[in-house]
């Protein structure tokens, strides 16, 4: 990726998070909670499953050990294991605590998925508790 697209995709990224009023707590902007989302899947592109890991919450751990937690990913999220790009939706504080961001990510397969990553607050962090993805037509 050029240094131009970077930047772009960076500004995307940055005017594309709606942030409500409300959403303004401890736990900080709906911006903040989309930051581990982001970081994960620059993990995956990289390939380093170890630090994507430490971005699940231990939910997500209690349930898949690291080796399992990759294969997980590798076989049901081809689109976020080998992402080419992604943009960040939408990402908002829900009164019960948690966060939710939608993310439009293209994969390197050529197939473009739009997911909603659920995050809950753990241990002064924003941590993934899961994900559901559907095929997005739209162009990113």
Known sequence: MTRVAA???GVMLAAAIWTPAWAQAEKGSARVAAEPVLRQLEAFR???YDTAYTF???EI?????????ERMVKNGYPEIARSAY???GHAELAPTGNA???VKI????????EALYELV???GTWKINGVVARPDAGLI
């Open 7 to 9: 930047a772009g995709l």
């Open 46 to 48: 990289r390939g380093d």
């Open 56 to 58: 699940a919450s231990q």
């Open 61 to 69: 751990q209690q349930m898949f050990d690291r080796p399992a937690f």
């Open 86 to 88: 992604a943009a960040v």
């Open 100 to 102: 939710y961001v939608t």
């Open 106 to 113: 293209h994969g390197a397969n050529g197939v473009s998925v």
């Open 121 to 123: 607050w753990e241990n």
